[in-house]
């Protein structure tokens, strides 16, 4: 069992910068591949950002490649999603996620969620 809480959202303007943490219970995150979802009002949870378990191997779609930037601390059981450059329609519940096997933008991939943070950004 991974129990993940998600933090660190809240509101900003466009164009600035937010981090949000998940922080993962038990002594296995190292096994898992980490995720980062998200879900605005009235759309499908979409897939943000992705992490091997070494960290060695990050995956971003268009949408948010060059502004967001993920990372993994192991050793304190987090992973860390960075974003930058912040836009009206980045709005939504942010959500991260870990899969035993391997990152992957579907959602049925990964065994564990949080239960979500909110990212606002006014324009």
């Known amino acids: 069992q991974v129990q993940l809480v998600e933090s660190g959202g809240g509101l900003v303007q466009a164009g600035g910068s937010l981090r949000l943490s998940c922080a993962a219970s038990?002594?296995?995150?190292?096994?898992?591949?980490m995720g980062w979802f998200r879900q605005a009002p009235g759309k499908e949870r979409e897939f943000v950002a992705g992490?091997?378990?070494?960290?060695?191997?990050?995956y971003f779609p268009d949408s948010v490649k060059g502004r967001f930037t993920i990372s993994r601390d192991n050793a304190k059981n987090t992973v860390y999603l960075q974003m930058n450059s912040l836009k009206p329609e980045d709005t939504a519940v942010y959500y991260c996620?870990?899969?035993?096997?391997?990152?992957?933008?579907?959602?049925?991939?990964?065994?564990?969620w949080g239960q979500g943070t909110q990212v606002t950004v006014s324009s």
């Open positions: 996620a870990a899969a035993i096997k391997r990152v992957s933008e579907r959602l049925r991939a990964y065994d564990y």
């Open positions: 038990g002594r296995t995150f190292s096994s898992y591949a």
């Open positions: 992490i091997s378990w070494s960290g060695g191997s990050t």
